[in-house]
Each structure stands twice: as C-alpha cells, then as structure tokens.
C-alpha cells in the first residue's frame, strides 16, 4: 500500500511497500506535491516492471562484482580477463546507485592516456574495448539483478579501432619460408603448423603424437595450453567452438611425420613440442623460440599469430567461402571469420573482372574461324 502522510513537524512523508510483507520504504520532503511525485514514480515502476530497491545500490561497484562473480561459471581464462578488466576501473569504491556514464566516460580515457612505459600512449583500442565489454557485462547483470536501474556504460564512445584491411600484416611466402629456414630443427614444425594450417599458439603447443593421422592426411586440435601464475602449464579444451579437424596438405604431412618419428617416444599421449618438467611449452617458451628464428630470419615485427592469417588469407585465395574458413580456422561463427577476413574476399566488382577475363580469352584465344556470308550447313 502506498500513501503520503504529513508528519508533526510539517514535512511530509511518502511511504509504499514494494512487495506484499516487504520493508516499507519511506521518503520525507517538505513539499506534498515533491513527496507524491517521487511516490508516483516509484509505483509506476513497480508496475511497469522497471523498479529498483533504492536499498540495493548502496553496495560498491567492487563489493558487487565480488559477490557476482563468484557466482559464474567461468573458464580459468574468464575469470582472468574478468577480474583484470573490473580491477581496473575507477570506480571501484563508488556504490552503485551513484555510477553515471561519466564515471565510465573517465575509466575509458585513462585506459587511454596511461602512461605504460614503452607504450606511453596507454592501452591498444583493442584491449580497451575487450575490458569495456567485460565491465558492461557487469553492469548489465546489475540492471537484470535490479540494483541499478540503467546500464551507465551506454553510449560511451570508445577509441577507433583500425581497419582490418589496414591493421592485419598479412606475411608473404617468401618470409614464410625464410622463418621455415630460421627456425630451430625442433620448432620449425611448431612454424609449419601456424602457417599451413592455422593453428593458435596454445594448439600448436598442446599437440600430441595421437591428434595425428597421417593416412587420412588430418590433425584433430583437441585442448591448448595457457600458462598459469608462477609458470605453470594449464592444459584444457580449446576456446569455444575451436574444437575441429584439419585437412593437410602433403608436405605439412611430410614435415610433421619427420618430427614425430624423430622424437623418443611415439605413444598417443606423447608430446609433440618439449617445455620444462615434461610439460608441454607455454606462451613464454614459444614467444622465446619464436623471436629468435624471425631475428634469423630477418622479420622481427611478423607475429607468431600473423601465421593464422597466412593461412586463412591462402584458404581464401583458393575459392574457399566462408564456412570453410570459419571451420578451418575453428571460429565461434561466420560472423567472427567475415568480420576479420571481409577485406580478403574478392568483391562482386573483381568476380565480374575475373569472368568478362575468362570470356575474352576464351575469345580471343580460339582459332581463327573464316567469315563467310554463307548460310550455316
């Protein structure tokens, strides 16, 4: 029941319950008409379904996210991201039902100008945005958890991202093949397998002799590996989706069988790449060989993932749609592959190109017929 009352010393005093049994939530003011506004608004949210216990924000942006993410069912590399990301806003101590855009507004533009040491021009767009997008992912929980009435982080511009086209260096064959070269014995076919057949760090580290069929030609990417606090090896399933098989070609078959016969030990659950203490190697180890054979090799800004693209850039050079690509690669969706190979697609203007080609050669490379005025036999 909801009313407003006026009190001995001349104030007033709204009053409702918002659940039938429920705390009864008061507000005083001085004027009536102030005390049957707010009272009007509060009651029309309880009916429209948009209500907020004015109770429930008072906790800290910090003490909800604690309480919230113990509560999710997260990967061990969720729960990283997560924490890091909701860790580093600047608004941590501020309770929730005080939190506008402004406080979010500031957070991005700090992640922004920080100054990181080599990078004095703080975070990349990308990382800002993947921590802005974990952050909101807390926000809106609180909205759906009714502690804050609207999500704040909306419409809050974020840094530009660059251009696919223009941000992917995709590398050339000829680099490929003097990073082949470069590499140590060992690591060269740890090489081989970004290139040829896109695989991710994490995947081509957590390879075992038994994920191999050299008959069939194909390589089943079944887990990865993530390096824990204190250099530990943490071995679990690929990112979601990425679960797949890999078609090889002849020559990858070629490399990759040599390596294997080569190592002391054939048994399925063998190791392909060596790290310490019968581990397989992490993202240090890798990140160690790597830089040494792409020094070798004359390339030092090409990055290990830059491989991938390699990989994805030829798939598609060969007439392979997107669904290929996307399964190749182990993307989530089609959507993910488009949005980071669109660029490498030929468009609609360079088929009509490649076709009206194809017709004039078919042309202008036939035989000489003679012209007559002749009615056709």
């Known amino acids: 029941m909801a009313s407003v009352r006026k009190l001995p010393d001349g104030r007033w005093q709204a009053q409702y319950r918002p659940h039938p049994g429920g705390k009864q ?33 008072r906790i800290s942006f910090g003490q909800y996210f604690t309480a919230w993410a113990d509560r999710q069912v997260w990967a061990p590399g969720t729960a990283r991201a997560m924490n890091l990301a909701a860790r580093s ?9 005080l939190l506008v855009r402004s406080h979010v507004e500031t957070w991005v533009k700090a992640m922004q100008t920080a100054d990181r040491g080599k990078n004095p021009q703080g975070l990349a767009p990308g990382t800002i945005r993947t921590r802005f997008n974990n952050v909101r992912g807390v926000l809106r929980a609180a909205v759906k958890d009714r502690v804050i009435p609207a999500d704040p982080s909306e419409g809050v511009k974020l840094p530009r991202l660059r251009r696919a086209d ?39 580290a957590a390879l075992q002799v038994g994920d191999f069929d050299f008959t069939g030609r194909k390589l089943a990417v079944r887990r990865q590996v993530q390096r824990e606090n204190g250099g530990a090896v943490d071995i679990r399933a690929p990112k979601y989706g990425s679960e797949r098989t890999v078609y090889l070609a002849n020559a990858l078959v070629t490399i990759t069988k040599t390596h294997v016969e080569a190592l002391d030990g054939h048994t399925p659950d063998r ?50 749609d997107v669904v290929t690509v996307q399964r190749a690669l182990g993307h989530s969706s089609a959507t993910v592959t488009l949005n980071t190979y669109a660029h490498l697609w030929p468009t609609a203007e360079d088929r009509t190109r490649a076709a009206a080609a194809s017709l004039l050669g078919e042309v202008l490379g036939a035989a000489d017929e003679r012209l007559t005025n002749a009615p056709a036999a």
């Open 166 to 204: 223009s941000a992917m260096d995709l590398p050339t064959p000829s680099q490929i093949r003097a990073l082949l070269g470069a590499a140590h014995r060992n690591f060269r076919p740890f090489v081989a397998l970004c290139a040829f057949a896109g695989l991710r760090l994490g995947e081509a």
């Open 25 to 57: 939530v008061t507000r005083t003011t001085r004027r009536k008409i102030d005390a049957q506004r707010w009272l009007d608004e509060q009651t029309a949210a309880l009916v429209s379904g948009n209500y907020v216990d004015p109770q429930a924000g």
């Open 89 to 97: 806003v600047t608004f941590w101590d501020v309770p929730m039902r």
């Open 271 to 320: 190791w392909l790449f060596h790290g310490e203490n019968g581990n397989p190697p992490h993202q240090n180890t890798v990140g160690y060989w790597w830089r040494k054979a792409r020094e070798a090799a004359g390339c030092p800004t090409i990055k290990l993932h830059d491989l991938r693209h390699f990989y994805a850039s030829g798939l598609i050079a060969a007439g392979c």
